[in-house]
């Protein structure tokens, strides 16, 4: 090999190593800033405090206050309530399954990373009743997904005779207004494949968009799919499959194909049952029932 061939061989080997330690360095430059965006949402004792409109919801023949809670820090009547209502629930939902995964949420119900807004009657004062059961909750934490910091909702449960008079939807704006505060990319949830109440409430009320991570997506066959609402072109792009709706319109027709081969973890059955009460704009149902 000619003396400049060696050279060249030996310039392009260390480019090359050179590159791959910057390439390192920003991989993990870029984890320390998400692991402080992550720590530093973590570290706010009370997020309610931000948006205090949201303290009280007074709507729709209700009259209730909401305060927030770390998993570490709950009483044994929180603890009490919250195994409750999650049977009351989430225990049809989830079937026979249902033994194994109460023992799962009874863990993560005390995790010091689990953050709780809780709902309570408020008294004839429109106060916050602490003695009072909570009939509703969100459990939510901040954790990265794709490399990104987003603010997970692991429950969001509601009894069931306050459902349908706006307390979730309030509750979720809520949600996103503390992820968005709190520098995350998205909101991520999951919901039960059996819980079509709560796929219907996600996909249709809130505009939630099916997750790249989910089972489905990477063609694993389980009991859940998981959703998202991605905040900047950056987190839609990694966390979106596609996105079912327009900015402002309707449901998007021209990726509804993609929509139901998304969809193949379901049962034939069940995406029937979803076509009716998911993907609401009637024009668009013949075209699913026909796939």
Known sequence: MEPEEVLNTASSTSNYANTRKMNRKEILETKRAINQIIKSASAVKDHLSLFPSFRSYSRNGLSLCLETERGDKLTSHLKKCIQALLKENMEGPYGSEWPTEEKVKRKEMVSPDARYIFVHSANTNEMLDRNAPIIG?????????????????????????????????????????????????????????????????????????????????????????????????????????????????????????????????????????????????????????ES
């Open 137 to 289: 909750f969100v459990h939510y934490r901040f954790t990265m997904e794709e490399e990104m910091p987003v603010l997970y909702v692991y429950e969001l449960q509601i009894e069931r005779c306050i459902q349908g008079k706006g307390i979730g939807k309030f509750l979720m704006q809520l949600i996103e207004l503390i992820a968005k505060k709190s520098r995350m990319s998205a909101v991520v949830l999951t919901v039960q494949k059996t819980n079509l109440l709560a796929l219907n409430f996600y996909l249709t009320k809130l505009r939630y968009n099916l997750s790249s991570i989910s089972p489905s997506v990477i063609g694993v066959e389980k009991s859940y799919e998981i959703l998202c609402r991605a905040f900047d072109h950056e987190a839609k792009a990694k966390l979106e499959v596609i996105s079912l709706w327009k900015e402002n319109s309707g449901c998007c027709m021209a990726r509804l194909t993609d929509v139901i081969s998304t969809l193949k973890g379901y049962r034939a059955r069940t995406v029937t049952t979803l076509s009716c009460s998911i993907f609401l704009p009637p024009y668009i149902v013949v075209n699913l029932h």
